[in-house]
């Protein structure tokens, strides 16, 4: 089984971490590989940087599908899953959706925490758009900036722990989501100091991904994810714009 992870942030940093992580729960006979972006910002916040980010994701798609079972939107919030999902065969999932529906089945409430005050909004419309606002009990963001993306988890990691025991304290967390590619990997360092489970996003994303690939399930032909009519594009990468156009070898 071979599963492709997805960085649509373009910090390679960030791809070691997630990778790190994602690797350290990988399934017997199954391989990862790596991808960051070439183009977009260094970690996606906002929703205009998640459009842009998801762009990258439907390129790098667009390139190595066929030699996937399955692929990974490394990035919380899921840049672009959607589209993914519509566009090619194989099981794509989010780093988002795999912690929260991870999560789901761990206790009946789950927390969100995060290191950035700026990420809350989309965090928020991210668990709305997965229908699971019944399920989460909140979004809790450290205030304050923080020296160097790819170091946050080291230089944060107290006042995440801080953070994640208030949600279960005040807002009734049966369960915690540590949200972010930058905190990839940090789940297992501090779960001891965390009273209820902690859930690394890139773990639960590498283990939701080998569960659908080995299911096998066949790309839907009807419904809400059905491939698009074919288009023609201007401007995409060759690769992409033969995708949408159907005009990609079968």
Not at 98 to 119: D, E, P, W, Y
Not at 190 to 214: G, M, S, W, Y
Request: proline share 5%.
């Amino acid at each position: 089984m071979k599963i492709l992870l997805i960085n649509p942030n373009t910090t390679e940093a960030l791809t070691d971490l997630l990778g790190d992580a994602a690797r350290s729960v990988l399934p017997a006979g199954t391989t990862l590989d790596c991808v960051t972006a070439e183009r977009g910002v260094p970690y996606i916040s906002t929703r205009t940087e998640a459009i842009v980010g998801g762009l990258s994701v439907l390129e790098i798609l667009a390139q190595h599908h066929r030699n996937y079972d399955a692929a990974i939107v490394a990035a919380f919030g899921d840049p672009g899953l959607g589209a993914a999902r519509e566009l090619y065969d194989i099981p794509v999932v989010g780093l988002a959706e795999a912690g929260m529906l991870s999560a789901c089945m761990l206790g009946a409430k789950f927390s969100i925490v995060t290191f950035a005050q700026a990420l809350g909004p989309w965090y928020r419309e991210c668990v709305e758009w997965h229908g699971l606002a019944g399920r989460c009990s909140g979004v809790r963001m450290l205030d304050g900036t923080f020296r160097d993306i790819s170091d946050v988890q080291g230089e944060k990691a107290d006042l995440l722990v801080e953070l994640a025991n208030r949600a279960i304290d005040e807002d009734g967390a049966d369960v915690i989501v540590l949200a972010g590619a930058p905190l990839a990997g940090l789940a297992p360092q501090v779960r001891d100091r965390i009273p209820v489970p902690v859930v690394d996003c890139a773990q639960a994303a590498l283990l939701q991904a080998a569960a659908l690939a080995a299911l096998k399930p066949v790309g839907a032909t009807r419904g809400s994810f059905a491939r698009p009519a074919a288009k023609g594009s201007t401007g995409l990468g060759d690769a992409l714009a033969k995708r949408i156009a159907h005009e990609d070898a079968a």
